[in-house]
């Protein structure tokens, strides 16, 4: 067994890296361009041996999407093709990684995998085309959604909000729209389980929140662990407060039963994964 992880650099990837206890390479998109699929051959054909790739590579850049629609429809859209193209040439299971962000979110319970998609911005709209062309491409591959993906390493909402809390006296954070939080090593294990999955799941730690929710959970454990917190307080606005070029979905917390009736596990809350993450950073440990 062999496996590459295709955007090993990002804030995924880079986990996939870290939990992966069989034979792993991986690769960022200097290295193998998945919407060339020339690139991805060539790719292929210097590391031999390959039997699992996970593409946790995508044009993530939700607002951005909407004026930089080829390079978002490029990577969330055909690269995944590509991908089942090149799997099925070199006998290797797919698994894509997809997003929340293919529902419409106007159900406010939790989303299964039946459930009617709807993207509300172009970003959306890729990914979900992504999924098609990949299951359509190559049937035995396996889909995975998640969503509010944090952790170490990389851009995400906790790296921005750990920093805000050191930096501003105020912060204000969206109450209107709900998700669940994954942390990336959590989500890394999961996916080191799937590798012989075919088919559409979705996968987030347990527990609903808001922005607001996940920053004010923030704020407290940062305190408690002695982080040099300069925020006084923790402001609960509308997501109009914070105009965008796109629409997002107000609820899309998935429904992840599927995935853990057929691993056998359960997620566990985000409260938690966020401690270990905080933990892991907290100034008492890193000034050892």
């Avoid at 959306?124 to 035995?140: C, D, F, H």
């Avoid at 959590?186 to 559409?200: E, I, K, P």
């Avoid at 809350?269 to 008492?284: D, G, K, Q, S, V």
Wanted: glycine share 8%.
């Amino acid at each position: 067994m062999k496996l590459w992880v295709i955007g090993s650099r990002g804030l995924l990837g880079s986990a996939l890296i870290a939990a992966a206890k069989i034979p792993c390479i991986g690769s960022s998109h200097r290295e193998a361009d998945i919407s060339d699929l020339n690139s991805l051959r060539a790719f292929a054909k210097r590391d031999r041996g390959i039997t699992h790739i996970v593409n946790c590579a995508a044009y993530s850049l939700v607002d951005l999407s909407e004026t930089h629609r080829e390079e978002a429809y490029l990577s969330n859209a055909i690269g995944p093709e590509n991908l089942s193209i090149l799997a099925k040439e070199i006998g290797a299971h797919l698994i894509h990684i997809s997003t929340d962000y293919v529902f419409p979110g106007d159900l406010h319970r939790p989303l299964t995998e039946q459930d009617p998609v709807g993207p509300l911005n172009y970003y959306g709209k890729t990914k979900l085309e992504g999924e098609q062309r990949v299951l359509k491409a190559m049937p035995s591959a396996c889909v995975v959604r998640v969503s509010w993906l944090f952790g170490p390493g990389g851009k995400n909402f906790v790296s921005k909000m750990l920093q805000l809390l050191q930096e501003q006296k105020e912060i204000r954070l969206t109450n209107d729209q709900w998700g669940r939080p994954t942390y990336a090593p959590d989500f890394a294990q999961v996916l080191l389980q799937m590798l012989g999955r075919s088919g559409l799941y979705q996968f987030a730690n347990s527990g609903v929140a808001s922005k607001y929710d996940f920053g004010l959970a923030m704020y407290r454990q940062a305190l408690e662990l002695g982080f040099p917190v300069v925020a006084e307080a923790i402001q609960s606005v509308p997501g109009s407060t914070f105009p965008s070029p796109c629409k997002r979905p107000v609820y899309s917390a998935f429904d992840t039963s599927k995935i853990e009736r057929e691993l056998n596990i359960t997620a566990r809350h985000w409260e938690l994964a966020l401690r270990e993450f905080m933990e892991e950073y907290a100034p008492a440990k890193t000034s050892c």
